[in-house]
């Protein structure tokens, strides 16, 4: 992997680690499976694939992020409001 790189795949790994603690499945399912994603695509040495890669697990945090959201806002409309 080129070493520019490496910092950017290293952040994105703690960064989905920490966003995972809270995954609806459980914190050792999502690391688990962060893990095997990581170690199959370890391989990968092209600089174009490595920033699309990149570019996928940064989608992934913003998805994480976005579910977080909604499971909070809708935690604080059951307690306010009635349907």
Do not use: C, T, W
């Amino acid at each position: 992997m080129a070493n520019p790189l490496r910092s950017e795949v290293f952040r994105l790994y703690k960064n989905l680690l920490y966003l995972g603690r809270e995954y609806p499945k459980g914190g050792d399912y999502f690391r688990d499976r962060l893990r095997a994603a990581f170690a199959r695509n370890k391989a990968v040495e092209d600089p174009e694939q490595i920033k699309a890669l990149i570019a996928r697990g940064e989608y992934v945090a913003r998805e994480l992020e976005a579910l977080y959201y909604l499971r909070k806002y809708r935690a604080m409309k059951k307690r306010y409001y009635e349907d």
